[in-house]
C-alpha cells in the first residue's frame, strides 16, 4: 500500500506518519515537501513540490502507484482571505489536477479540513452534523470550507472523503502547551469564554479516523465530523489540565469580553505593522467568542465504525506526559 502524504512535518501528520510506519505489513509513505532535507526522513521518502504548479506535482513521481492521499497540508495563520485562500484551497485544486493525470486510478483523496469550515452551532445542546448548513464566519474557516467545495465539486471520478476534526490535542501540540504553561501557577484566566462549550479530540483518535476513512468503503465521497462526542466547557479542560499537573487551581478569572476585542485589535494592528501574524487577533478572538463550538460524529460512528478511546482526562495527561518527556514544560 502506497500513501501519500502532505504536511507530515506538522503535529497531526507527524503523527499519522507515525502511525503508518507502525502497521503490519509496512506501508510505504511518499511525503510532498516543499523543500528538500536530502534524503528518506524518519522512514518517508520526500518529493519536493510546489503547489502552485500542478505540474510539479506530476512530474515529482509522487503519485505513480500512490493507493491513497491524506492531504493535511494548510495554514492556520495569515492576514487575508486571499492569503489562507493560497495556503488552504489553492493545493487541493493542484493535488487533484495531478491526481487525473497521473493516478485517475487512485483509491481514495482524505482531505483534512476543519471543524471551522462548519462554523459553530447555533445553541447548546445541538451539536453541529454533517447535515447542517456550513457557515464559517472567520477568514480561515471560509477558506477550508472552500478546500471542501472545490474537491466534491471537481473530483470527477477521484474517490474522495472530508473529514473536520474538532480542537485536536495531544503529543506535539502547541496551542494547548500554553495552557499548561499558564496552569502551573494555579491561575486560570479565561477569555471571555468560561462557560463556553467546546468539542476535543486527542491526536491518537483523529489518526485513527483518518485511517478507517481512506480504507472504508462506506467513506466513499462522504464528509465526517471527529470527535470524541464528551460535553465539555473549558472549565472542564482547565481543570482536567491542572489534575494532570496535580497544580490546584488557586485563581480564576474571566477577563471580559470587550479587553478580549481590544487585545484582539492591538494584535492586528502588530500584524499589519510587522508584516506577521500576531498569536492573538480579530480571527482568533471571533472564534473564541462563539459559544458553542460542538460536533457529534455520530455518522462516523455509525458508517465506519469510529470510536474514540481517550478521555480528555486520560489524553491530557499523556500530552503532559510527552511534553514533560521533551522538556517542553
Known sequence: M???LTGTNGFIGSRLAASLLATNPPVEIRALVRSRPGQETNGMVPYVVDYRRPASIVDSGALEGADMVIHLAGITKALTLEAFREGNVMPVASMLEAIRTVRPS???????SSQAAAGPAARPGQPKSEVDPAMPFDVYGKSKYEAERILMDEAGDTPFTIVRPSAVYGPRDVDFLALFKQLRTGA???PANRRHRLATIFVDDLVAGLLLASRHDAARNELFFLTNEEEIEWTDVYRAVALALQTPMRFEWEIPAPIVRLVGRLGDGMSR?????????????????????????NKARHLIGFSPAMSLQDGLSATLAWYRQHDWV
Open 2 to 4: 502506497v500513501y501519500v
Open 106 to 112: 487512485l483509491r481514495r483523496f482524505v482531505l483534512v
Open 188 to 190: 486560570g484566566l479565561y
Open 273 to 297: 505593522l510587522t508584516g506577521r501574524v500576531s498569536v492573538i487577533n480579530s480571527q482568533k478572538v471571533a472564534l473564541g467568542m462563539a459559544p458553542y463550538w460542538t460536533c457529534t460524529s
